[in-house]
């Protein structure tokens, strides 16, 4: 007998259009809410595909016409669909109105909202918009590509003094509603408490300043405490994606090990100790010369024989994948990473975590119903919510992970509410620590690492070394008094420590451990090394970003987060089930996997209609034009985005009469155009200051925006003015603002976080000895055995 789903008997309500609700709502049904999509009378743009040539959009069937985008069939699996003659707001519908989740794209006013929340007080309503719902910039006309340029994604990426280069495959719409369903799912968590629902205000550009650059504004700041220069632009990793003799492999070097161990690879073990190859600063100051070298090996050899070999040393590197190669990979295959679509049969991603033995509601299958009573928490498994709590308060968190996918996770955990513990060992401190805004040696060092600082407020923090007999019972005792364990060590790592599941289990039947290995607990890839490079290779993300004729190029960023986003998405799920049974259980969450989820349109039509979509450098399927220009001063640059003939007449408007343009072109004649239409485009920004041709676009309402670089964000006044950017104190670093959540509940008014990242060690008496009772002759014993510590080595 299949196990229940854990949303079994949520009821969630789409009302929007697009990727961002739709994945939101895949998300939930995937784990056994039942989803009622509701759709004005033209249906889903979704259903035409991002080039609006497909599909029937006055189908109005319960599921997929065969007609339809595969994007739209891989959306809307085991959803009902309902076509409404309201094309605004059906808030009068039986189905919204007993929903538990409303998830809505801006549609709905305030009032229709508040209307909403009073006719049924528990309901928790979602809305994903490209700003925000309120701020300067609500309202404003955006597309995910100018939400790019916005949020400095693709003012970071690139060769400094070219055109800067968006990351391909609308990653911002997917890690969107990632993030909407997780807030979510987390205020009907809060719900099932209190009897009270709340509003999610998920703004996009805020998703995308958090998962689609590395921290800029947070370096800066770092960087001007200590006095130091710092350039935010933009930056290629070297080496990264490299040609073979029979395709392209990608690498990341993340560590000297690792660029010692390449330089053997390629057989130049005589430049270990060069300069000017030993930082990644000045591998791209001596970019030609060092790349002549990389080539001159890589090119040389096989793909598969160059990821064996770096696979041997450790070394992390991956095929580049494409939506034609994806699915014969060796490791996806064994775990059965890709399973057919039962409306149309063409092969897409299976759900990205497995809980106990819960894989996913089939696809073929209808949200299952929950048997009488089986929905409702066991008793013990609920408490009394006091004024201000925040959805997860209450919760112990043992944070066992490093890096950034697991503590971007944790991050989103403390923010919430939960108490979150990160281990450390002083020893073998958290890797980020070490990428760091002051140099080795220099007065605490390891406490300015950017990423670290960034990924890791709102925690405690201690240390301790799991690998003596003292840490493993330490933290077995602490893992007594958690609700969640959650870790993303490689996969033998918790079986050398004997932190097992069974283990973990035997001490706290409560317990929930959420593993986040990169490619899984088994297969073919279990033991290698991952880095979010490394899944960007891999999964196809990258194949999408680059220019046409030239080589893929990694996005740099959403990999980690999104793997963070989709763990607690798991884990929220898994708190819903614990509720109803009172055991805990273990979620495998893998970051390749949550990668696929959301890299899967590219997959999805070359499954269904064998058709391989590639980077186009700044250009979409979706808008023509679409792309980044030069502006009067200074590398300066300006992205614009005309989806809708409207906005097309509009820009036509602007840019001057031109007879080979009557205002009337679809999107088919603008694309077979757009050389010449980038022509006056660009003739057009290059007389104007980019601010001022943003304005003049913006006000005719076509999409449009200033490419800013990463470190820009912290004076964005629509992120200004919804606090997305937190005021923490560091005991050593001092005062800065760091990123919290990127959506804005109605029950949480304050700041998501107001303590900084731990220091090292920083509340491990706190912890030991106020907690766990240890006296003060056990803690100094620990102290002089160089279990725990506070400075790293």
């Given amino acids: 007998?299949?196990?229940?789903?854990?949303?079994?008997?949520?009821?969630?309500?789409?009302?929007?259009?697009?990727?961002?609700?739709?994945?939101?709502?895949?998300?939930?049904?995937?784990?056994?809410?039942?989803?009622?999509?509701?759709?004005?009378?033209?249906?889903?743009?979704?259903?035409?595909?991002?080039?609006?040539?497909?599909?029937?959009?006055?189908?109005?069937?319960?599921?997929?016409?065969?007609?339809?985008?595969?994007?739209?069939?891989?959306?809307?699996?085991?959803?009902?669909?309902?076509?409404?003659?309201?094309?605004?707001?059906?808030?009068?519908?039986?189905?919204?109105?007993?929903?538990?989740?409303?998830?809505?794209?801006?549609?709905?006013?305030?009032?229709?909202?508040?209307?909403?929340?009073?006719?049924?007080?528990?309901?928790?309503?979602?809305?994903?918009?490209?700003?925000?719902?309120?701020?300067?910039?609500?309202?404003?006309?955006?597309?995910?590509?100018?939400?790019?340029?916005?949020?400095?994604?693709?003012?970071?990426?690139?060769?400094?003094?070219?055109?800067?280069?968006?990351?391909?495959?609308?990653?911002?719409?997917?890690?969107?509603?990632?993030?909407?369903?997780?807030?979510?799912?987390?205020?009907?968590?809060?719900?099932?408490?209190?009897?009270?629902?709340?509003?999610?205000?998920?703004?996009?550009?805020?998703?995308?300043?958090?998962?689609?650059?590395?921290?800029?504004?947070?370096?800066?700041?770092?960087?001007?405490?200590?006095?130091?220069?710092f350039v935010s632009g933009r930056t290629l990793e070297i080496p990264s994606i490299e040609p073979t003799a029979d395709g392209w492999v990608g690498f990341c070097l993340g560590t000297g090990q690792q660029l010692q161990d390449f330089l053997l690879m390629v057989e130049r073990p005589d430049l270990i100790d060069d300069p000017r190859f030993a930082t990644m600063g000045e591998r791209a100051r001596n970019r030609d010369e060092f790349l002549e070298i990389v080539r001159g090996w890589t090119t040389k050899q096989r793909t598969e024989d160059v990821v064996a070999l770096a696979g041997a040393l450790r070394i992390p590197v991956a095929a580049v994948g494409t939506p034609s190669t994806l699915t014969s990979v060796d490791h996806f295959v064994e775990r059965g990473v890709f399973v057919p679509n039962p409306y149309g049969g063409f092969l897409q991603p299976r759900v990205p975590y497995r809980m106990g033995e819960f894989r996913g509601v089939p696809f073929e299958d209808p949200a299952p119903e929950a048997p009488a009573g089986t929905t409702e928490p066991a008793a013990g498994e609920t408490a009394a919510a006091a004024p201000g709590d925040r959805p997860l308060s209450g919760l112990r968190v043992l944070d066992l992970t490093a890096f950034w996918a697991g503590p971007s996770a944790t991050l989103t955990l403390a923010a919430l509410g939960a108490d979150v513990i990160k281990v450390e060992a002083h020893k073998r401190a958290d890797g980020m620590r070490f990428a760091s805004a002051r140099k080795p040696g220099e007065d605490q060092w390891w406490e300015w690492g950017m990423v670290y600082f960034g990924a890791n407020p709102g925690k405690r923090g201690i240390t301790l070394d799991l690998g003596t007999p003292e840490g493993h019972d330490l933290v077995l005792r602490l893992a007594e008094t958690a609700d969640v364990v959650i870790e993303n060590f490689s996969p033998r790592v918790m079986d050398n420590l004997g932190l097992t599941w069974n283990t973990l289990h035997a001490r706290n039947e409560r317990l929930i451990l959420l593993r986040m290995p990169a490619f899984g607990l088994d297969g073919p890839w279990r033991d290698r090394t991952g880095f979010a490079q490394t899944m960007e290779q891999a999964s196809g993300m990258a194949w999408m970003t680059g220019r046409a004729d030239g080589p893929p190029l990694i996005p740099r960023g959403p990999c980690d987060p999104n793997a963070g986003t989709h763990a607690v998405f798991a884990l929220?799920?898994?708190?819903?089930?614990?509720?109803?049974?009172?055991?805990?259980?273990?979620?495998?969450?893998?970051?390749?996997?949550?990668?696929?989820?959301?890299?899967?349109?590219?997959?999805?039509?070359?499954?269904?209609?064998?058709?391989?979509?590639?980077?186009?450098?700044?250009?979409?399927?979706?808008?023509?034009?679409?792309?980044?220009?030069?502006?009067?001063?200074?590398?300066?640059?300006?992205?614009?985005?005309?989806?809708?003939?409207?906005?097309?007449?509009?820009?036509?408007?602007?840019?001057?009469?031109?007879?080979?343009?009557?205002?009337?072109?679809?999107?088919?004649?603008?694309?077979?155009?757009?050389?010449?239409?980038?022509?006056?485009?660009?003739?057009?920004?290059?007389?104007?200051?980019?601010?001022?041709?943003?304005?003049?676009?913006?006000?005719?309402?076509?999409?449009?925006?200033?490419?800013?670089?990463?470190?820009?964000?912290?004076?964005?006044?629509?992120?200004?003015?919804?606090?997305?950017?937190?005021?923490?104190?560091?005991?050593?670093?001092?005062?800065?603002?760091?990123?919290?959540?990127?959506?804005?509940?109605?029950?949480?008014?304050?700041?998501?976080?107001?303590?900084?990242?731990?220091?090292?060690?920083?509340?491990?008496?706190?912890?030991?000895?106020?907690?766990?009772?240890?006296?003060?002759?056990?803690?100094?014993?620990?102290?002089?055995?160089?279990?725990?510590?506070n400075t790293p080595g």
């Fill in 572 to 789: 929220l799920a898994a708190l819903r089930e614990r509720e109803r049974t009172g055991v805990g259980t273990m979620i495998e969450s893998t970051m390749v996997e949550a990668t696929l989820n959301v890299a899967a349109e590219a997959l999805t039509t070359f499954t269904a209609e064998g058709r391989e979509v590639r980077r186009d450098g700044n250009r979409g399927a979706g808008a023509a034009p679409q792309g980044v220009y030069r502006c009067a001063g200074d590398d300066a640059w300006l992205a614009l985005a005309a989806e809708t003939g409207t906005q097309w007449a509009a820009l036509l408007g602007l840019v001057g009469p031109d007879a080979r343009w009557s205002g009337d072109e679809d999107l088919a004649a603008r694309r077979a155009a757009h050389d010449d239409i980038d022509g006056i485009v660009a003739a057009w920004c290059a007389a104007r200051e980019a601010a001022d041709a943003e304005a003049e676009l913006l006000a005719a309402g076509v999409p449009a925006a200033v490419v800013v670089p990463p470190a820009a964000i912290e004076s964005d006044p629509q992120l200004e003015h919804r606090g997305f950017l937190n005021r923490v104190v560091h005991p050593v670093a001092g005062e800065h603002r760091v990123p919290g959540l990127p959506f804005r509940l109605a029950s949480v008014t304050g700041p998501w976080v107001t303590r900084a990242a731990p220091t090292l060690g920083e509340h491990t008496a706190e912890v030991l000895c106020g907690e766990l009772g240890l006296t003060e002759d056990e803690f100094a014993q620990l102290v002089e055995k160089g279990i725990t510590g």
């Fill in 1 to 229: 007998m299949a196990p229940l789903a854990p949303l079994a008997g949520l009821s969630v309500v789409e009302l929007s259009h697009g990727v961002p609700g739709g994945y939101c709502a895949k998300l939930l049904r995937d784990a056994g809410a039942r989803v009622v999509k509701l759709e004005g009378p033209d249906g889903d743009p979704l259903r035409r595909g991002r080039e609006g040539t497909a599909g029937n959009p006055a189908s109005g069937g319960a599921a997929p016409a065969d007609g339809d985008s595969a994007l739209f069939r891989y959306l809307s699996v085991g959803k009902t669909l309902r076509l409404t003659d309201e094309p605004a707001a059906p808030t009068h519908d039986t189905a919204v109105r007993a929903a538990d989740i409303l998830i809505e794209d801006g549609r709905l006013g305030d009032a229709e909202i508040a209307a909403l929340r009073t006719a049924n007080p528990a309901l928790v309503v979602v809305s994903i918009t490209p700003y925000g719902r309120t701020g300067p910039h609500a309202g404003r006309p955006a597309t995910e590509f100018t939400l790019q340029a916005s949020c400095g994604s693709t003012g970071g990426r690139g060769q400094a003094g070219e055109e800067p280069l968006q990351a391909g495959g609308h990653i911002g719409e997917w890690v969107s509603g990632g993030y909407a369903a997780v807030a979510g799912l987390a205020a009907a968590h809060a719900a099932r408490r209190t009897g009270r629902g709340d509003h999610a205000d998920v703004s996009m550009l805020e998703c995308m300043a958090t998962t689609m650059q590395t921290y800029g504004s947070v370096a800066a700041s770092l960087f001007r405490a200590t006095g130091a220069d």
